[in-house]
């Protein structure tokens, strides 16, 4: 059975720096991201990590060069490191995996699991 678990949300200045991790369990999974939803907004994706021999990294634009997306494939863990956090960047964060592959892996709907989110609140 499928269960992502986030952890690592809290409540900082802005400036300062989160680190989110996601424990997985249940399969291997071939595509994993970071999404996060304020209130009355839509659903977004921040950054995801596709393993493809390699491995292919994707950021939004609001994110690049502040978050850093990581698997630790041995664990089974993602984490995203966040520094010089913005208010703007409060919302709740989701983890999303999925066993297959394909799609823009920044979009919501290619993912068939996801965890219960954990709040990032930053303040000015």
Request: with cysteine; glycine share 14%; net charge positive.
């Amino acid at each position: 059975q499928a269960q992502l678990m986030e952890s690592g949300g809290g409540s900082v200045e802005a400036g300062g720096s989160l680190r989110l991790s996601c424990a997985a369990s249940g399969y291997t999974y071939y595509t994993m991201g970071w999404f996060r939803q304020a209130p009355g907004k839509e659903r977004e994706g921040v950054a995801c990590i596709i393993y493809a021999g390699g491995r292919s990294l994707y950021y939004a634009d609001s994110v690049k060069g502040r978050f850093t997306i990581s698997r630790d494939y041995n664990k089974n863990a993602m984490y995203l490191q966040m520094n010089s956090l913005k208010p703007e960047d409060t919302a709740m964060y989701y983890c999303a995996a999925d066993r297959g592959g394909g799609g823009y892996c920044l979009t919501p709907a290619i993912y068939n699991y996801w965890g219960q989110g954990t709040q990032v609140t930053v303040s000015s």
